[in-house]
């Protein structure tokens, strides 16, 4: 595929940090970060502005773009895939890595002393400016923030933003309703003395009122902010969508007399004025909750004396702890998923060895089998269908241009997901459709210790996740081996795939403790640049569990595999195995052909049956 061509936006861009029409003062240098004003991981269409001025669109990324240079700065995740994206103009920045610099010390190194150095307030979380602003003065330089987004005034053709009709989420999916969501907020922010709260995270606030939309592809989240007091509620969302009944009826809009639970519905275009207005009536104690995770524009429109910040917002730590009907049907959700990939895996184990099955019709058929369940709504991401080569690009999504055949010849990598209606799924396998290399199967094999160190571990309430991801790595690192990914992200009940604040990952140290009921990915991998890439993902249920002893009466977790997908038995090299994992591996596959088998029986799906019935026998060490 052709990296996009960027020498004429890039002279554009440079000639705009100049004119005093869009910036207070000429700036020389101008930072895009990767997100949207609700510091969103997965972004609408119509804020790819990082991928539009350079050709790299990763979920992951920072770019800077000076009048000499432009460089971007992204996780190992994505190293072989904006290498291939970006054009000449651009210089990657391979974060993780030693010898790359900070963006900070970067700009310290190639601007002059005394530069003023760019960004849209509303798209930098605060505490990233902070910290950027700090590091910047202490080179002789000032972060300045231009309130019109420069990217947008190059970017001509720019899409509008979505508004697409909202979905009620009744009580069987949601577990609580709006007005106990509220009630339980409240008693929070009283404890915090906080008269009210700010929401600006779009799955903060669809969690929060029980609604759900289409708005960002393949994230079941709305374009809205809400601002809640002590007694008043106001959500802030734009368009006809607000019209459709079941909403006005879900959210009392028509409904009299009006109480602490009536709903105030703002045009979204509103929400600064509205609450700078509310700031304007504060008495001297009142404070106005808000996340350092929200942006640095949303943060100055409140006067600093009647701020309240914490790392979290409320609603995020709550969110990530599963209440008992969103842990059903998140088992629910994936029990058909399951169901749908040992259909898949029994077609592809079918169809390969004939040479007519590509990455994009596998994805294809992979959806087409979802669809076929019950509650499905969309997939949870784009679907990463790599083979052979294309694995080892770790985020990588088949198109057109690198689409390939799936062989008898090399290692498949299949990563996908799922939204129902009572769930978000995403599941990995690496699968083989012929005899797998004698280093193929030793480097899964690595994978799949890693992953079931992870996924049996026993450790104390309070951990965080990060303590954990050494355990996957260990018996890569033992080998010389390693992966440039986290090894486990926090996942949204029919929300967005990718949840904080809790994970598995090196790569943070802000992360929250583990609790009983979070719901987290197990997805350790080795890639092999030009080879293969290997993967094995599940998703896993933070649970207690009885020890021995009780240290300080701390009380001990574990994980519970939620994903029921048998993990090939032909991939593994047996003998590299303890009697331990080889116990796990087997007890794993017992409750993938019970459970998923008595399902697929019911479906009546009987050759995705058979399939599962081959891959789940019990193995052993001869």
């Given at each position: 595929m052709a990296p996009k061509l960027t020498s004429d936006l890039l002279r554009q861009?440079?000639?705009?940090?100049?004119?005093?029409?869009?910036?207070?003062?000429?700036?020389q240098a101008y930072?895009?970060?990767?997100?949207?004003?609700?510091?969103?991981?997965?972004?609408?269409?119509?804020?790819?502005?990082?991928?539009?001025?350079?050709?790299?669109?990763?979920?992951?990324?920072?770019?800077?773009?000076?009048?000499?240079?432009?460089?971007?700065?992204?996780?190992?995740?994505?190293?072989?895939?904006?290498a291939q994206q970006m054009d000449e103009n651009w210089t990657l920045m391979k974060m993780g890595l030693k010898d790359t610099p900070t963006q900070q010390d970067w700009l310290i190194k190639v601007l002059p002393e005394g530069s003023k150095i760019g960004v849209d307030p509303y798209i930098i979380p605060a505490d990233e400016w902070k910290r950027m602003s700090k590091a910047l003065r202490s080179g002789g330089h000032s972060l300045i923030a231009v309130k019109q987004n420069l990217i947008d005034v190059v970017w001509t053709d720019r899409p509008a933003r979505t508004s697409n009709s909202l979905m009620v989420l009744?009580?069987?999916?949601?577990?609580?309703?709006?007005?106990?969501?509220?009630?339980?907020?409240?008693?929070?922010?009283?404890?915090?003395?906080?008269?009210?709260?700010v929401v600006s995270a779009l799955d903060e606030v669809a969690w929060l009122f029980n609604l759900r939309g289409s708005d960002v592809e393949h994230n079941p989240v709305f374009f809205a902010y809400a601002?809640?007091?002590?007694?008043?509620?106001r959500l802030f969302v734009s368009g006809d969508r607000v019209l459709d009944p079941a909403v006005r009826e879900h959210l009392g809009l028509d409904s009299s007399p009006t109480s602490d639970f009536t709903v105030q519905l703002l045009p979204y275009e509103s929400f600064e004025t509205e609450l700078e207005t509310i700031c304007s009536s504060l008495n001297p104690k009142e404070k106005v909750w808000l996340s350092d995770n929200d942006s640095y524009g949303l943060t100055e429109l409140i006067p600093e004396v009647h701020r309240y910040s914490t790392p979290y917002s409320p609603i995020c730590l709550t969110k990530a702890v599963k209440n008992s009907t969103e842990l059903e049907g998140m088992k629910r959700a994936h029990i058909k998923d399951a169901v749908a990939l040992c259909e898949l895996f029994a077609w592809l184990e079918k169809e390969v060895p004939k040479g007519i099955v590509t990455e994009i019709s596998a994805a294809d058929k992979a959806l087409e089998f979802r669809r076929q369940q019950e509650d499905f709504v969309d997939l949870s991401f784009s679907t990463i269908s790599s083979s052979g080569p294309n694995g080892a690009i770790i985020h990588y999504c088949p198109s057109v241009e690198t689409n390939r055949a799936l062989t008898v010849n090399e290692v498949y990598l299949i990563d996908s997901g799922a939204q129902?209606?009572?769930?978000?799924?995403?599941?990995?396998?690496?699968?083989?459709?012929?005899?797998?290399?004698?280093?193929?199967?030793?480097?899964?094999?690595?994978?799949?210790?890693?992953?079931?160190?992870?996924?049996?571990?026993?450790?104390?309430?309070?951990?965080?996740?990060?303590l954990l991801d050494s355990f996957a790595r260990s018996a890569l690192w033992n080998r010389g081996l390693d992966y440039l990914h986290g090894t486990g992200h926090g996942v949204g009940s029919f929300l967005n795939v990718h949840e904080g604040p809790c994970g598995i990952s090196y790569k943070t140290f802000a992360d929250e403790p583990l609790e009983s009921n979070m719901?987290?990915?197990?997805?350790?991998?080795?890639?092999?640049?030009?080879?293969?890439?290997?993967?094995i993902?599940?998703?896993?249920?933070?649970?207690?569990?009885?020890?021995?002893?009780?240290?300080?009466?701390?009380?001990?977790?574990?994980f519970e595999p939620i994903t029921l997908v048998p993990i090939q038995t032909k991939m593994i090299n047996l003998d590299m195995l303890t009697q331990q994992e080889l116990d796990w591996l087997n007890n794993y596959h017992k409750?993938?052909?019970?459970?998923?088998?008595?399902?697929?029986?019911?479906?009546?799906?009987?050759?995705?049956?058979?399939?599962?019935?081959?891959?789940?026998?019990?193995?052993?060490?001869?």
């Open positions: 861009l440079r000639q705009v940090m100049k004119n005093t029409k869009y910036v207070p003062e000429p700036i930072i895009v970060p990767s997100g949207d004003a609700h510091q969103s991981e997965s972004i609408a269409e119509c804020d790819c502005r990082r991928a539009f001025i350079s050709g790299f669109d990763g979920s992951a990324g920072t770019a800077i773009i000076t009048e000499q240079h432009a460089a971007m700065w992204t996780d190992g995740r994505y190293f072989l895939a904006a009744g009580l069987k999916y949601a577990g609580m309703t709006l007005q106990e969501k509220i009630t339980s907020l409240r008693g929070k922010m009283s404890e915090k003395h906080a008269s009210w709260l601002i809640i007091g002590i007694n008043s509620i129902f209606k009572d769930g978000t799924t995403d599941v990995t396998r690496t699968m083989h459709f012929g005899t797998p290399s004698e280093y193929e199967k030793e480097c899964f094999t690595y994978v799949l210790k890693g992953h079931i160190a992870v996924s049996s571990a026993v450790f104390p309430n309070g951990t965080k996740g990060h719901v987290v990915t197990d997805e350790p991998g080795y890639y092999e640049d030009g080879a293969f890439g290997i993967r993902e599940n998703v896993v249920i933070v649970v207690p569990t009885k020890t021995k002893y009780n240290f300080k009466n701390r009380g001990s977790l574990t409750k993938c052909r019970d459970v998923i088998g008595a399902e697929l029986e019911h479906q009546g799906r009987q050759e995705a049956l058979q399939w599962l019935l081959r891959e789940t026998q019990t193995v052993t060490v001869s």
